[in-house]
């Protein structure tokens, strides 16, 4: 089993994660942020990981250590599921169409983080969240994952619409990405023999 729980405690947060990756999208998730609740909720759905996330964090000031450091862990915990990473797809991309909007997501399980980000909102908060703390999650989810990670939002006018595409589509890239291929399911997928680092 692809299993991990890793555990965050600052003195700004103190985060839980737990995933499967070879498993149906069951998920708890409690962040104290509602929208950010609902997206990665969507995020397991559609990724068919199982994930439980409890965070809780000094929203008293604002979510940004929240949102940030739900990031590091969950990072930090696919990539520690994902082991040597043998025998995985390594890349995966999807787009994803919301009514009016279409993002487009592609990543790959390198080793290497790096986050292109190519969408903006119109809006600066989405329920109690700033939209600008969107990107921090995807940095952070590819720093501490060892992702690189592009998403560009290629048209949308609906805030919602745009960043729930985002998720949903880094949920199929990634679900596309950890899937084990039969034909190299011990290899690593590789010319070096390795993933990560330069």
């Not at 986050?115 to 995807?138: C, H, I, K, Y």
Request: include cysteine; hydrophobic fraction near 40%.
């Amino acid at each position: 089993m692809r299993t991990a729980t890793l555990c965050r405690t600052t003195s700004e947060t103190d985060v839980r994660v737990r995933l499967n990756l070879d498993g149906t999208g069951i998920r708890t998730i409690s962040t104290g942020i509602g929208f950010f609740d609902h997206m990665l909720d969507q995020l397991a759905r559609h990724s068919l990981i199982d994930l439980e996330v409890e965070t809780r964090g000094d929203l008293h000031i604002d979510a940004h250590h929240t949102v940030e450091d739900t990031g590091l862990a969950l990072g930090g915990a696919l990539a520690r599921a994902l082991g040597d990473r043998a025998g995985i797809a390594r890349y995966g991309h999807a787009y994803v169409p919301m009514d009016e909007t279409l993002t487009r997501v592609a990543l790959d399980i390198s080793g290497r983080p790096w986050l292109v980000w190519n969408t903006a909102f119109s809006q600066p908060r989405l329920g109690e969240m700033d939209s600008e703390l969107f990107r921090e999650f995807f940095q952070a989810l590819a720093q501490a994952g060892g992702l690189t990670l592009h998403v560009e939002t290629l048209y949308g006018r609906n805030n919602h619409h745009i960043v729930e595409s985002c998720f949903k589509g880094l949920a199929r890239a990634l679900r596309s990405a950890i899937a084990i291929d039969p034909r190299e399911a011990s290899a690593i997928p590789s010319t070096k023999g390795t993933l990560g680092g330069a």
